[in-house]
């Protein structure tokens, strides 16, 4: 079970740029990596999947270097309503999501000041 | 049916009773997990189901606690002789297996209180 370790906190300011760095050294040649967001009282929420290089969606980046063993994750233009935690995660993606087998960790608690 | 649903949002209980607590999965979901977070921790593994079968438990589901998933579809775990320890959010995800996306949705949570 391949764990991660991040930050326990950052701050930001508004319409800053985040990123969010994660350690995986032991991950698996099958292993993706996910990163999660959460607001209290919440469920977490799926933000962005990769395997290697750099991913991109309409609310985040994901860069991966070629070794794998480290993820970044990029938040663009921070807002208030960005404050939450985020969870890194690595796994099997090829047996469908294995959420089961994923450790969650204790996140990053992100706060964005105005 | 727009995401995952968890029934009741918060339960408060005497220690020694019985809960139970209901997931709703995305319908076309074939996986459903329950998982369980105190504050200040990330979620922990309690158990998946793939359409019915119950495929994976996690050591911290005692034999007090059950779940169960008829017809492949909505879900139900059970604490029973409910401890003050097991004061916590309750989450249940769903996701499908074998689809492009391998995300898992997250319910909002059932917040245990045990007195």
């Known amino acids: 079970l391949a764990k991660t370790t991040q930050p326990i906190s950052m701050d930001s300011y508004e319409g800053q740029e985040v990123n969010i760095t994660c350690s995986h050294n032991?991950?698996?040649?099958?292993?993706?990596i996910t990163w999660y967001q959460q607001f209290p009282s919440q469920g977490p929420r799926f933000i962005i999947q990769g395997y290697k290089t750099k991913v991109t969606n309409e609310v985040a980046s994901l860069f991966i270097p070629a070794d794998r063993k480290s993820s970044t994750l990029s938040l663009p233009r921070v807002s208030l309503s960005d404050t939450a935690v985020y969870y890194c995660l690595v796994g099997d993606h090829d047996r469908g999501s294995t959420l089961g087998r994923l450790y969650f960790g204790r996140g990053t608690q992100l706060t964005v000041w105005p | 049916d727009t995401g995952v649903s968890q029934d009741p949002r918060h339960k408060i209980t005497k220690r020694g009773q019985n809960v139970t607590f209901r997931c709703d999965p995305i319908s076309e979901h074939n996986r459903l997990y329950w998982y369980r977070q105190t504050l200040g921790q990330g979620p922990e593994f309690l158990t998946y189901?793939?359409?019915?079968?119950?495929?994976?438990k996690s050591r911290l589901l005692s034999d007090r606690f059950s779940a169960e998933r008829p017809k492949g579809s909505f879900s139900t775990l059970e604490i029973q002789r409910t401890e003050q320890g097991d004061s916590a959010m309750y989450l249940c995800?769903?996701?499908?297996?074998?689809?492009?996306?391998?995300?898992?949705?997250f319910g909002q949570g059932t917040r245990l209180t045990v007195v």
């Open positions: 032991n991950i698996a040649t099958n292993d993706y």
């Open positions: 995800a769903s996701s499908l297996v074998g689809g492009r996306n391998t995300e898992a949705f």
């Open positions: 189901f793939q359409n019915e079968a119950q495929l994976e």
